[in-house]
């Protein structure tokens, strides 16, 4: 590290121009070796700290090129690896570098067919590694094996901020895995689980995860299967739960019971702010128990309700105007009135966005 250099922060090269021509030179070399055609991107990316591969083909043999000069490369701050079919020997190679890297920050492996063998070695480079705040493991295809090795990343990677596990095959033995795990969870704020098949005894587990856990403030859970046992329990989580903030329960086939179910939490809520229900077949019934608890919520800080693509009669429109006289700035939607809802951005994520990406 150069001298008077921060604590934490990337050792640069005497020089611009010796730290490119050394990254190059064993970034080509390492090609060499592993028979595999050097990506132009790679070494065109200068300075930049976004480095972008995603959907380049690397394969394992590119992965394990590229793990070998990667830490020759003092700028890089996000990593782009979506879509390249790793599989895990590319995966474990790459483990290896993420493990020592002391500048990434930001990496997103998702779509790379991981494997048990692949996510193992990512969770153990990630909890070597302090540094690491965004981790996006989507569409990697990963099941109950893998939920052992994601319970520990939760356990040990305090530094961890965002996780993004939608889109795999995560079921309710892993739920039942996971729950504790976030229940102790210490530092992670957004939490991506969505397009799972947490259902049962293992969506219970996970909501009273929820309700225990102290720091999360995003959570998408939709597109699984939590039912209306699951949403009973996620309304006793927002009974107890002080910190979430957003919650996406959409296409969770939650019926009008499941839904006052879920409402009993938001009569007492004081910190959720934005709540999708959309697609759930809670009829009008539902729809009305969620809004009347909101009515009868003095303290409540929502600011958005989605309830999309379910049909709601005059008596609900009746009652969202009079909530709305309550609660000026809730937006309401439904599947007769889209109502447009500007998300703002969680500070922690502000500051690692490209200057061009909107906010």
Excluded at 7 to 13: F, R
Excluded at 175 to 180: A, C, I, Q, R
């Amino acid at each position: 590290m150069q001298r008077g250099a921060a604590p934490g922060s990337c050792p640069l090269d005497g020089t611009h121009g010796l730290g490119e021509l050394v990254k190059e030179t064993l970034y080509l070399r390492s090609c060499r070796v592993h028979s595999v055609v050097p990506a132009s991107c790679f070494l065109r990316q200068g300075s930049d700290p976004e480095l972008n591969l995603r959907h380049r083909g690397l394969g394992p043999q590119g992965a394990q090129a590229l793990a070998s000069s990667l830490n020759s490369n003092p700028y890089v701050k996000r990593l782009d690896l979506r879509d390249n079919g790793l599989c895990g020997a590319g995966t474990e190679a790459l483990a290896s570098a993420l493990s020592k890297s002391s500048c990434i920050c930001d990496v997103d492996l998702s779509e790379n067919q991981l494997g048990a063998v692949g996510v193992q070695a990512i969770c153990a480079a990630l909890i070597a590694n302090p540094t690491m705040q965004k981790v996006q493991l989507a569409g990697n295809g990963l099941e109950e094996q893998a939920a052992q090795y994601l319970a520990e990343l939760l356990l040990a990677h305090t530094g961890l901020k965002s996780l993004d596990l939608s889109y795999n095959q995560l079921n309710d033995q892993a739920g039942e895995t996971l729950g504790p795990a976030l229940a102790e969870n210490t530092g992670l704020i957004e939490l991506n689980i969505s397009w799972n098949h947490l259902r049962g005894p293992g969506a219970i587990a996970f909501a009273r995860g929820l309700e225990a856990n102290i720091f999360l403030r995003v959570l998408d859970i939709s597109y699984n299967g939590f039912g209306d046992p699951g949403a009973s329990a996620v309304g006793e989580a927002l009974r107890t739960n002080n910190v979430l903030e957003e919650l996406n329960v959409s296409n969770n086939r939650i019926s009008a019971m499941g839904a006052l179910s879920l409402s009993r939490g938001l009569r007492v809520n004081q910190t959720l702010r934005s709540l999708v229900v959309s697609r759930n077949p809670m009829q009008n019934k539902g729809c009305l128990g969620v809004l009347k608890s909101v009515q009868d919520n003095p303290v409540s800080a929502l600011e958005l309700l989605d309830f999309s693509e379910i049909q709601v009669n005059r008596e609900f429109d009746d009652l969202a105007i009079s909530v709305k006289a309550v609660l000026p700035g809730l937006c309401i939607k439904t599947a007769a009135h889209r109502v447009e809802y500007k998300k703002e951005l969680l500070p922690v994520f502000r500051s690692s966005l490209p200057a061009s990406a909107p906010k």
